[in-house]
């Protein structure tokens, strides 16, 4: 059974710092493309990075280029979102995701249950 | 950019009903859409890939259509749990995936 578990929410500072970590287990975490998305109170969804299964690659929406860095450990099948000059407008559930393809075709297959990001002075 | 609009942003309905909710992209993303699930609380489930093809597990009132910038989410019949919000994902900009901004399906 595919299981996410994300930690490292909480209550941060306006220019303060958070990391995020998502354990994964019941797949083979070293062979899939794994995303980051927010959901801030009461709003939609916003993807936010994605890092190829291998980490070579990732990418990341405009909002938080250049502030928050996706990485991934494949000997410990934990993924990392480091979360830098945080701003209010961050505040947010973050819920890790696992890519799947089929056919050629992208989806996001599994969802953690989220972690709960609040920036705030 | 690749913009994703639904509509309605919602919607009430009964339960034996059937509802389409759709999405429109803002240029053609051929058949790269997906649709989720989200309950109050929950993380999305998957419901709809590439337009058109179920999920595993996911029952078989719920379908998909379109291609290009239009596309379709159905319920057939709608059952107490199907009240839910619903967004839609464009996947053809592997760069940057994109929501629309979801439809809430209400009961009436």
């Known amino acids: 059974e595919v299981q996410l578990l994300e930690s490292g929410g909480g209550l941060a500072q306006p220019g303060g710092s958070l990391r995020l970590s998502c354990a994964a287990s019941?797949?083979?975490?070293?062979?899939?493309?794994m995303n980051w998305v927010r959901q801030a109170p009461g709003k939609g969804l916003e993807w936010v990075s994605v890092?190829?299964?291998?980490?070579?690659?990732?990418y990341y929406a405009d909002s938080v280029k250049g502030r928050f860095t996706i990485s991934r450990d494949n000997s410990k099948n934990i993924l990392y979102l480091q979360m830098n000059s945080l701003r209010a407008e961050d505040t947010a559930v973050y819920y890790c995701?696992?890519?799947?393809?089929?056919?050629?075709?992208?989806?996001?297959?599994?969802w953690g249950q989220g972690t709960p990001v609040t920036v705030s002075s | 950019d690749i913009r994703m609009t639904q509509s309605p942003s919602s919607l009430s309905a009964s339960v034996g009903d059937r509802v389409t909710i759709t999405c429109r992209a803002s240029?053609?993303?051929?058949?790269?859409l997906n649709w989720y699930q989200q309950k109050p609380g929950k993380a999305p489930k998957l419901l709809i890939y590439a337009a058109s093809s179920l999920q595993s597990g996911v029952p078989s009132r719920f379908s998909g259509s379109g291609s290009g910038t239009d596309f379709t989410l159905t319920i057939s019949s709608l059952q107490p749990e199907d009240f839910a919000t619903y967004y839609c994902?464009?996947?053809?900009?592997?760069?940057?995936?994109?929501f629309g901004q979801g439809t809430k399906l209400e009961i009436k």
């Open positions: 995701a696992k890519s799947s393809i089929f056919s050629g075709f992208d989806s996001l297959d599994y």
């Open positions: 994902q464009q996947s053809y900009s592997t760069l940057m995936y994109t």
């Open positions: 019941g797949f083979t975490f070293s062979s899939w493309a």
């Open positions: 890092i190829s299964g291998s980490g070579g690659s990732s």
């Open positions: 240029q053609s993303i051929r058949k790269f």
